[in-house]
Every structure is written in structure tokens, then in C-alpha cells.
């Protein structure tokens, strides 16, 4: 894990454009920025102003239309998709909205899943597993599955499930936007606690201002694919 | 992804659409039991037709004479007549030589003698035979009344049934009596210095037989004895009764005329493509030696030409239910796009998700080929069955029409999951080549 001053992730005029129909989309539009490593930002900005999709380039699950992209000075527009997935697996972990959890699986597979994808042995995974839920506070709850689990416990599920493999940056897409406003707060503590004690960089995007100036260091507001503003909240 | 861990998704996948991946399944295992019943059909009536010819005894036999002076003429080269040389006498030397042979298992004389048998009084003439202990397995003492010599050296007979007929109204009332059999045997003379000394007399002898069977057709004895008696004693027992023999007249010429020689040596070969060699290799020892021309090499080409269609339209049922899998994993893209898309967040590589679904693929195609063989037995051992209780009907033996070696089942498997595998070939790629982003809007 890297902390200190380094820069955990870099962009320098990265642009997504796609066409919708005959028009050209410009999701994200030359945004060049610079997130320290243990810097817990908040990407804002209204639907559509391209926060997602700079999120998204910066999990390596989607690819700039030019410019670039670092992650600890690797350009992820340089990689392959083997690498790509590496680069999901090993440097980031990822929360969505919608908690994304499999189903089928209880709470202790859904957390192992990324360990197994990543090859990491058995014996160890058990230790990790624990560790991972130990950290969201869920440890009661191990063969549930997601159904049986409330909003917010499936949140924490997918944010031990992102914490498991160790991963440097945590990157998360509206994490409260399906929770109540109790929930949402919890939530926010568990990524304020995990940004503190395990010094990550956390990248979140959220619509919701008070929140983000409440939790953030930083607050970078997009609007039409492009950087707005960006500072420390008031 | 470790082999394990894919296995292991691979089979909860499988699992949680149970019904379709069980239809699917069991469509691999209808195509995979339409071939193998298909196969081992031809391949069963190919063991039938090579197992009859085998133990025909005609291929798998060498006759053997001593060579005649007129086989040492050489025409074109050399003199026009070669040194005289002795024949080679077809002795018990010479045969010891021929079962050292390599693939040899068996050397044996054809001895025939004129006989009388004197049974409730009356007498009856007819020839008799030895019959070597393989010819147990020979196809003319299928369905025979009674049964096999004992021992290799027993006092027994067979008879065949003219001769029953001849000997008693009702055959089967035969098997447990005795009969007695006179004989010519050959004795040599006593010793007295005289030149005379060195011949042989004839004299009459009898000897009582029990007779254990009744034969309905007359064994062929190999390549040079058809035709060899009505009334059958072992080997070992005609041997014991130094019977005179047609070629006695020709060792009576010889220096040593009680030295015993063959009339003829059958050798058989434990195969029959090997015959050509232990052929020649008795030709070589300085004999005659004759053998048919191996009909089973022909016969394979012919079965490997049927065996090859029974296989072509066999595999047609096993092509279709690929399609099956093909429509399933499709199916299965569709309803997992969102978790391909979860796995991809996670770290899975596109290989990961490409070889899940091959995983997916080949389980099915493991389990299909696996219910598929057990299932083309079963067929096959139905078509065994109807197959004896029409035979039955007619007062036939039974026999196996149909055959599953273990090359086949290995073959069927095997096939099943290549098959299975080719199918995954589209919707594996389709589901590692899916965009991430788009696969995780999917609702």
C-alpha cells in the first residue's frame, strides 16, 4: 500500500468520447488531475457530467479515447487487457451503487471471490476473509446471503469484498445512493475509519455535496465531462 | 484462476440452472449413446465374424510335409537338377523345432487310422481321428452333445453323429457307454541281427472306449486334414497307440524304419498375421509348408468401411445436442451478463471468464459422455437380447452382436468433450469479449 506524498493516481488530458447515434458524446473531456495516495476524494457533479465514467477509467474497466491515465505511474491506456484485470485485482477495489454482490453466494463467498480470482491459496484466504469482514463490522453474518442481509449490511459486504485483496486505491460509485440517510452515515464512517487506519486513497463519487464536504479531503466537481472545480470542502 | 476454484464455479453455475443444464446433459448423453450403440454394433459383428474365422481354425494353421524329391528341382539357375539331397524326415526332432518357433502354440500330427468299432455285437468301419486339446475351443464342438475329453490322454471318444445314428436309434442314449475299437498297430520286430529286424509288423488290437460326447458337425482339424474321422479319441491317446500310419510304408525305406516320422505337422500360430512368418521359417527348417492367406485382414477393412458410417450417423445425434450446449451457454450469457460483468470488476481476465464457460462446457460434455456410454450399453445389451431370443427361437447358439471395448468408451468420452467443448467455443467468447461497463448497466 502506498501512502506518504506519492501520487496514486495521475490523469493527464484523458477523454472518453463515445457516439450515441451521430453524436459525439464527450463524457469525460481533457481532465487532468492528480490524487495523492491516502487522499480520500469526492467526485461530484450532477447525471450525466461524466464523474462514473472518470471513475470508471480509473478502475480500468473502461479505456480513455485519449490522453492518460496512471495509477502509481502506470498508464492503464498502455495495458493490456490482462494487465487491465490485474490492475482491478490487485491495485484497486471496487464499491457500486447497486452493492453487485453474486446472489448465490453468502456473504463469505461473495468477500472470497476476488481472492480466488487472484490465486491467492486457501490457507490464507480464511485469515483474510475474516479479517476483510471483521473490518465491516459483520462478522455475525458469514452464511448469510445477500438477500438475507439488510441495504447497508450488503454495502459493508461489498466493501470487505473490495478490502480483501489489499488493494491501494478504493474506488466507489454513489455507495450511499441506495441507502437511507442513517445507513448513508454509517457507510461514510466505514470509508472515513478506512481511509484512517489503512491509510487507502478512496475515490468516491456522490450527487451528494453535504455528505462529501462532511467526509472528504477534497472535492472535485465535474460538469460536462470536464473539471469544474476543485478544492477542499468549506 | 486456479483450476480448482474454476471447477468449482464452473459446477455452482451448473447447479443453479439445474433443469436446462440437466436437458442439455442428458441431450450429449442421447447422442453419445445413439454412437456408441452404433459402434459397438459394427465392432461386435466384427469380433463375431474374426472370432468364427479364428476359430475356424483355417488361418491360423500351417500344414507341414516332409518335402518330396521333386521339390528340390531349381529351375534357371545353378545346375538343372540340384545335389541330391535327403528329404528331412517330419519327425518328433523336427517338431520339437517347430513349437520353439516364436508365436508357435501348438504342433500336432494329424493321425488317422481305419478303425472297427464292435458295439452291442455288431461291428461298424469307419476312420478315426485325434483331436489336439484346442479344438476345444473350435466352433464345431459349439452346441455338442455331452461333453469334452476329460484329460488330455483319456481313454474317450466322440462321435460324430452319422456314426451315432448308425450305431443306435436314439444317439443320445450313446454318451456314458463303451465302445470297443480294433485297431492296426504297428510293432517293431524282435531284435535277432538280421537285416529283417530293422521292419515292423501289423498286428490287430482293441481297446475300449467310453464315449463322452456326440458331435453334430465333423471338426476341421486345420488346412490339410478335412475330412479326418467319424469317431474322435485326443491326441495324446492316438499318439499312445502307435496305430499304422499311410507313411509307415516310407519309414520302412528309411535307415532306421522304427525311428517314427509324421505323415504331417499342422502348427498353430497364436495370430493369424503371423502366420507368414512361421511359414517361412519352417520352409527354411527344409519342409513343405502350406497356410490359406489370412481372410481377416480383408474382413477389417471391410468392417473399418462399416464401422466407419455405423460412426458418421451415430455422431449426428451427438452434433445436434452440441447445438444444444451452444444455445445453453448462450442462455447463460444473457442471464449472467451482469455477473460477467461483477467477475470482471473483481479482477477475472477475460481467459477467466472464457475458460468458466469452457469449464461449463466440458462438464456437461464429461457428465453427457459418461450417461451416454452407460446408456449406448444398455442398447446394446437390448440388442443382444433380442438378438439371442430370436436365435433361440430358430435352435441357434447364442451369440454377442455387440461390443464396447474400452478404446470406445475412452473414445466416446473423449469425443463427447471435445464436441462439447468446440460448442463452448462461441458463447465463451462472447462472454470474455463482454464490456465490462455495459455488462454491469445490465439490469
Known amino acids: 500500500m502506498t501512502t506518504g506524498n506519492s501520487i496514486a493516481i495521475r490523469t493527464d488530458r484523458v477523454s472518453r468520447h463515445y457516439h450515441m447515434g451521430d453524436a459525439l458524446v464527450r463524457a469525460v473531456d481533457g481532465v487532468s488531475l492528480e490524487i495523492r495516495a491516502g487522499e480520500f476524494i469526492a467526485l461530484l457533479g450532477s447525471s450525466g457530467s461524466g464523474k462514473s465514467t472518470l471513475l470508471n477509467l480509473m478502475a480500468g474497466l473502461d479505456r480513455p479515447s485519449s490522453g492518460a491515465i496512471f495509477a502509481h505511474e502506470r498508464n492503464l491506456a498502455d495495458m493490456t487487457p490482462e494487465d487491465l484485470a490485474r490492475h482491478r485485482s490487485h491495485t484497486v477495489g471496487i464499491v457500486f451503487q447497486a452493492f453487485n454482490l453474486l446472489p448465490r453466494m453468502t456473504l463469505e463467498e461473495n468477500v472470497e471471490l476476488p481472492l480466488r480470482l487472484a490465486e491467492v491459496d486457501r490457507e490464507e484466504r480464511t485469515a483474510r476473509v475474516r479479517e476483510a469482514i471483521e473490518r465491516v463490522h459483520l462478522t455475525a453474518r458469514l452464511s448469510h446471503r445477500p438477500s438475507e442481509l439488510s441495504g447497508g449490511e450488503q454495502q459493508r459486504t461489498a466493501f470487505a469484498r473490495a478490502l480483501v485483496n489489499r488493494p491501494s486505491i478504493l474506488l466507489a460509485d454513489e455507495p450511499t445512493g441506495n441507502l437511507d440517510s442513517a445507513t448513508g452515515d454509517q457507510i461514510m464512517q466505514l470509508l472515513r475509519e478506512i481511509n484512517q487506519t489503512l491509510g487507502m486513497t478512496i475515490v468516491m463519487v456522490t450527487h451528494e455535496r453535504p455528505r462529501a464536504e462532511r467526509f472528504a479531503h477534497r472535492l472535485i466537481l465535474m460538469g460536462d465531462g470536464k473539471v469544474i472545480s476543485d478544492g477542499v470542502p468549506a | ?443
Open chain 2, 1 to 443: 484462476m486456479k483450476g480448482r476454484d474454476l471447477g468449482e464455479l464452473a459446477i455452482r453455475n451448473l447447479r443453479e440452472a439445474l433443469l436446462r443444464n440437466s436437458l442439455t446433459t442428458l441431450g450429449i448423453a442421447v447422442g453419445v449413446a445413439s454412437l456408441v450403440a452404433m459402434v459397438s454394433l459394427g465392432v461386435g459383428l466384427q469380433d463375431l465374424a474374426t472370432d468364427r474365422l479364428a476359430r475356424s481354425g483355417l488361418f491360423d494353421a500351417i500344414f507341414v510335409t516332409p518335402r518330396s524329391a521333386a521339390a528340390n528341382f531349381r529351375g534357371g539357375q545353378g545346375p538343372l537338377f540340384a545335389p541330391p539331397e535327403p528329404p528331412k524326415p517330419l519327425d518328433e526332432d523336427a517338431r520339437q523345432k517347430m513349437l520353439a518357433l516364436p508365436n508357435v502354440v501348438e504342433v500336432y500330427p494329424d493321425i488317422r487310422f481305419p478303425i472297427e468299432i464292435h458295439f452291442n455285437g455288431n461291428p461298424f468301419a469307419t476312420m478315426a481321428a485325434g483331436v489336439a486339446p484346442s479344438a476345444r475351443k473350435d466352433g464345431a464342438f459349439d452346441g455338442m452333445k455331452g461333453s469334452f475329453f476329460s484329460g488330455p490322454g483319456t481313454d474317450e471318444a466322440i462321435l460324430q453323429i452319422d456314426l451315432a445314428r448308425q450305431l443306435s436309434n436314439q444317439p443320445d442314449s450313446l454318451i456314458g457307454q463303451n465302445v470297443v475299437l480294433r485297431y492296426a498297430e504297428r510293432q517293431p520286430l524282435p531284435a535277432d541281427g538280421s537285416s529283417a529286424s530293422d521292419g515292423f509288423s501289423i498286428v490287430p488290437k482293441e481297446k475300449s472306449l467310453r464315449i463322452v460326447g456326440i458331435v453334430e458337425t465333423e471338426p476341421a482339424g486345420g488346412v490339410g486334414s478335412l475330412g479326418r474321422g467319424r469317431l474322435l479319441i485326443p491326441l495324446q491317446l492316438a499318439q499312445t497307440l502307435r496305430t499304422a500310419q499311410a507313411n509307415d510304408l516310407r519309414d520302412l525305406l528309411r535307415d532306421n524304419p522304427n525311428q517314427h516320422s509324421y505323415e504331417s505337422l499342422t502348427v498353430r500360430v497364436n495370430d493369424p498375421p503371423k502366420v507368414k512368418d512361421v511359414e517361412d521359417a519352417i520352409k527354411q527348417m527344409g519342409f513343405t509348408a502350406f497356410s490359406l492367406i489370412d481372410a481377416s485382414k480383408s474382413l477389417s477393412l471391410v468392417f473399418t468401411v462399416f464401422d466407419l458410417f455405423l460412426g458418421i450417423f451415430g455422431s449426428l445425434a451427438l452434433i445436434v445436442a452440441s447445438l444444444g450446449i451452444v444455445n445453453t451457454l448462450v442462455m447463460a450469457i444473457l442471464e449472467r451478463r451482469r455477473e460477467i460483468g461483477i467477475l470482471k470488476a473483481l479482477g477475472a481476465s477475460d481467459r477467466d471468464v472464457r475458460r468458466l464457460f469452457f469449464v461449463e462446457a466440458g462438464a456437461m460434455g464429461l457428465l453427457g459422455g459418461f450417461l451416454g456410454l452407460f446408456i449406448g450399453r444398455l442398447i446394446g445389451l437390448a440388442i443382444n437380447f433380442g438378438t439371442n431370443v430370436y436365435l433361440k427361437g430358430r435352435n441357434l447358439p447364442a451369440i454377442s452382436v455387440t461390443a464396447v471395448h474400452w478404446w470406445m468408451a475412452a473414445l466416446a468420452i473423449l469425443f463427447s468433450i471435445l464436441i462439447s467443448l468446440a460448442a463452448g467455443i462461441y458463447p465463451a467468447s462472447r462472454a470474455a469479449g463482454l464490456d465490462p461497463v455495459e455488462a454491469l448497466r445490465y439490469e
